[in-house]
């Protein structure tokens, strides 16, 4: 069956997609939902944001965070649980006043934005060693935040996914990963042609690549009609993938997801064709020392 490939589904996000595709999950028990199809469909990891259900917007409620999880864990379908810490670093600055907070900021302490992973133990948390222009705001995460961060998630069950976006953030999490900041092997989590960050292609994805500490684990996914070539490529260069309509909301050109496990079973195809398995939860827990 050739090697198990960790295929992760990012099940929902926080982008301005929901009026884009009514399958995008947006209530706690929708998010719960698409993560057991998804789990069912070939998953072995759920990567969860939560929205704000009246509006659809990004949230930070530990409540639903919590509902989301019990739902999961109360299903009794295997899938490792992986909870996003990226909320709570977006800045814009003000018109009137370039120090003063625009419309649309959300910046959070590093102990708020850990505060559900202490709360629910997941098995896997994010982490993005990411300061960059992301689209139309700024996305900022200092190193001393980061390093904060690190520290609170040692302290849980949780393993960090270190999520990085271009070059400069590789380098970084790798000075991180020699301090003794994440334990070891560490996980990477390389991310592909968000905007302004590394290219989803073969070049940007082997150029991080060759930055990773030498015993990194590492996946790669790319975003919107990228997702699928940079499944294949992630696989083809010995490394694990994800998909997720956190990251694309289409499943052929012009033809919306009817869900995300549409997404995975898409994707558990191509790493079959290409003569490797999806890697249940038990092995994945091997691969990760977990």
Not at 5 to 20: E, P, R
Not at 99 to 116: E, L, M
Not at 120 to 147: K, W
Not at 166 to 179: F, I, N
Request: hydrophobic share 40%; aromatic share 6%; with cysteine.
């Amino acid at each position: 069956m050739g090697r198990p490939v960790i295929l992760t589904c990012a099940l929902t996000g926080g982008g301005d997609t929901v009026h884009l595709n009514p399958a995008v999950p947006v209530t706690p028990e929708q998010i719960a939902n698409d993560g057991i199809a998804a789990a069912k469909a070939g998953a072995t990891i759920v990567h969860i944001h939560v929205r704000n259900p009246e509006t659809g917007k990004p949230s930070l409620e530990l409540a639903h965070y919590r509902e989301v999880v019990e739902r999961i864990r109360a299903s009794k379908v295997e899938v490792l649980i992986n909870l996003t810490t990226g909320p709570g670093a977006r800045f814009t600055p003000s018109d009137t006043d370039p120090v003063g907070f625009g419309p649309g900021t959300a910046i959070k302490s590093p102990d708020f934005r850990v505060q559900h992973v202490q709360e629910l133990q997941p098995d896997i948390c994010s982490l993005d060693i990411a300061t960059m222009n992301f689209g139309e705001y700024a996305f900022v995460n200092t190193p001393p935040h980061l390093r904060r961060m690190a520290e609170l998630i040692r302290q849980t069950r949780a393993k960090p996914e270190i999520e990085v976006f271009d070059l400069g953030h590789v380098r970084l999490a790798a000075e991180m990963v020699s301090k003794g900041f994440f334990a070891d092997p560490p996980l990477f989590q390389l991310c592909l042609g968000i905007p302004w960050g590394a290219p989803a292609t073969t070049e940007g994805m082997l150029a991080m690549k060759s930055l990773l500490p030498p015993n990194a684990l590492w996946a790669a996914f790319g975003i919107s009609r990228y997702q699928f070539p940079m499944v294949a490529q992630a696989v083809i260069l010995g490394g694990h993938a994800r998909v997720g309509m956190e990251d694309n909301i289409y499943l052929d050109r012009g033809k919306l997801a009817p869900g995300n496990a549409a997404l995975v079973e898409r994707a558990v195809d191509i790493i079959k064709s290409l003569g490797d398995h999806p890697a249940s939860p038990d092995e994945a827990r091997k691969i990760l020392c977990l």
